[in-house]
């Protein structure tokens, strides 16, 4: 069984992970402020990502498209009469349920009226129909200003480029275009920490495809996002595939797979994989009148082409790495929680640590950390006793602790401590950065000579 969210929850707050929003204010809900070590787990996640749809291959670009958008892409995507949830009111506490979520449950029946408040067990309103989408206005006045949405997906972003992007990459379909971004949704029941929250980040791509040929890129990009969630290190047995059924499509696709993960909160979805047809560039074809075809040349047809969309969330990626990587073990006597992370993942790949504050150490650690963090996200720890600062460090999901001790000073030799098997050795400060570099590759302590050289 997953670890309980509230160790994870408390984790975060206490390692600088996340915090609640506008805490010194009481916090505001289900919003989340990312700290010092949430920020570079995210970047760490975004870059993965970016380097396996992106930089890895010759057929998808990036895109960075605004958040706010013509008020007509989202009539177009059918996102102004269809991206809604049929929620239910209590008439006591008027708390408001998604009919979803108490379906689930099992706690409310069709009708939506013959269940009680799950809080409170007052009377529910019928089921009425609650568009997700945060609404503002563009301009100085408001009674003159336009109506605009915040984007509740990235998507459009990638169809209304659509044209831009075939004439000035100078590619051939299939090809994609893939965005990282905030996106917005009033969420009725927003909660699980960051895992359903009104602000969020997606990580999305549209590849665009030659209809007919659909099907098949739908299986590919289903295993390819299911293999970069291994890559991250997320253990296999933890991870599944939810095909959707008919009722549970969203209103453009014509398919949908899910990557689950086992979240303490049960399975849940980690990213959809859809194929979404030839529907988002149809619409925007008529809405806008711009013609959204295609000229294959080879073929010498001219088509509107098919998408699949795989669809991935920065924060529950976040939470799903997290929750997968802490452990909690026993070692020497001493209880210690460690955060197995990918060390691609971690936020602090290298932690310096003198053995003790003073005169001939710190300048001497100085260095070797100022050596380092050019090349390594570094951090240097002085405060407290080493044991304290290793645990800080296991906390984090550092991967490998140097210290400089008094022999330091005589022999110029430093140790390197590993988080995962707590093996040491010793290594002259001038092959400091090499071996660091191999650690971090993956190479295991026993297998390489440079380590095997350094062993005591
Ligand atoms: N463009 C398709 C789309 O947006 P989605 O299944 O609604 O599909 C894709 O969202 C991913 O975005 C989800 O799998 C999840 O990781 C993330 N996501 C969606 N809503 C979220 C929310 N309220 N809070 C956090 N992440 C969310």
């Not at 099992?106 to 269940?115: F, I, L």
């Not at 997906?153 to 990638?158: K, R």
């Not at 490998?400 to 707590?422: G, K, P, W, Y």
């Amino acid at each position: 069984m997953p670890v309980d969210m509230e160790k994870i929850v408390s984790l975060c707050k206490r390692r600088g992970f996340v915090f609640p929003s506008s805490e010194i204010y009481g916090g505001l809900g289900s919003c989340w402020d990312y700290g010092p070590m949430g920020v570079e787990l995210k970047r760490n996640i975004r870059d993965m990502w970016w380097k396996a749809m992106v930089q890895e291959r010759s057929d998808v670009v990036g895109i960075e498209s605004s958040i706010m958008m013509h008020p007509r892409v989202w009539q177009a995507s059918g996102h102004v009469g269809g991206f809604a949830d049929p929620l239910v009111e209590c008439k006591s506490c008027h708390l408001r349920w998604r009919v979803e979520d108490l379906d689930k449950e099992g706690t409310m029946s069709e009708d939506g009226n013959s269940r009680r408040c799950p809080s409170c067990g007052g009377e529910l309103t019928p089921p009425r129909m609650f568009n997700l989408m945060f609404k503002t206005f563009m301009g100085a006045l408001e009674e003159e200003a336009s109506v605009v949405y915040l984007r509740p997906e990235t998507a459009q972003g990638m169809f209304v480029n659509f044209d831009n992007i075939i004439t000035t990459s100078r590619k051939k379909l299939p090809l994609g275009i893939a965005q990282i971004g905030r996106s917005f949704r009033n969420e009725i029941t927003p909660g699980n920490f960051i895992f359903r929250t009104r602000e969020f980040e997606q990580m999305e791509m549209e590849f665009f495809v030659k209809p007919g040929t659909d099907e098949q890129w739908f299986d590919y990009w289903t295993k390819e996002r299911f293999s970069w969630y291994l890559k991250l290190g997320i253990k296999e047995k933890n991870l599944r595939l939810h095909p959707h059924s008919k009722d549970e499509l969203a209103h453009y696709a014509k398919s949908c797979d899910d990557i689950e993960y086992l979240f303490p909160i049960g399975w849940s979805e980690l990213e959809g994989i859809a194929n979404r047809g030839n529907y988002d560039l149809i619409q925007h074809n008529a809405a806008s009148r711009r013609n959204l075809s295609y000229y294959d040349a080879e073929s010498g047809e001219r088509y509107i082409p098919y998408v699949i969309e795989p669809s991935a969330g920065v924060d529950r990626t976040l939470l799903a790495v997290l929750i997968d990587a802490y452990h909690e073990e026993v070692v020497e006597n001493r209880e210690r929680v460690v955060l197995r992370l990918n060390p691609s993942l971690s936020p602090v790949k290298v932690a310096v640590l003198p053995l003790s504050k003073n005169e001939k150490l710190t300048p001497m650690a100085r260095e070797v950390y100022e050596g380092l963090c050019a090349d390594f996200m570094t951090c240097y720890d002085d405060a407290q006793s080493i044991g304290r600062r290793y645990r800080r460090q296991d906390e984090i999901g550092t991967p490998l602790c140097v210290t400089i001790d008094f022999a330091s000073l005589e022999d110029h030799q430093v140790t390197i401590r590993d988080r995962d098997s707590l093996a040491q050795i010793r290594l002259p400060i001038d092959r400091l950065k090499e071996a660091l570099e191999a650690k971090l590759k993956g190479e295991a302590f026993e297998s390489s000579s440079l380590w095997a050289a350094g062993r005591r």
